[in-house]
């Protein structure tokens, strides 16, 4: 199991989110958030759910608008 540190209200909303996503994953009371990564895909998604639980919504703005503008030059 990984150890993901993060502030009480991210930790809570990563893990309830891997959950929805059927990653084996623990949190309780002041126990750090641990999730099963056993593939890069594994990896990938946790990455991407920490990013969008803790980046402000700007920069999640700003990325899609940079993917979006990347996809149409294709």
């Known amino acids: ?29 002041d126990r750090p958030l641990t999730v099963a990564i056993n593939t890069p895909a594994d990896a990938l998604l946790v990455w991407s759910v920490v990013q969008a639980v803790t980046l402000p919504k700007p ?13 149409s030059l294709r």
């Open 59 to 71: 920069a999640l703005t700003d990325h899609l608008k940079r993917c979006w503008q990347q996809r």
């Open 1 to 29: 199991m990984t150890v993901v540190e993060l502030d009480r209200v991210s930790r809570w909303n990563v893990y309830r989110r891997l959950q929805e996503l059927n990653m084996v994953c623990e949190c309780g009371g």
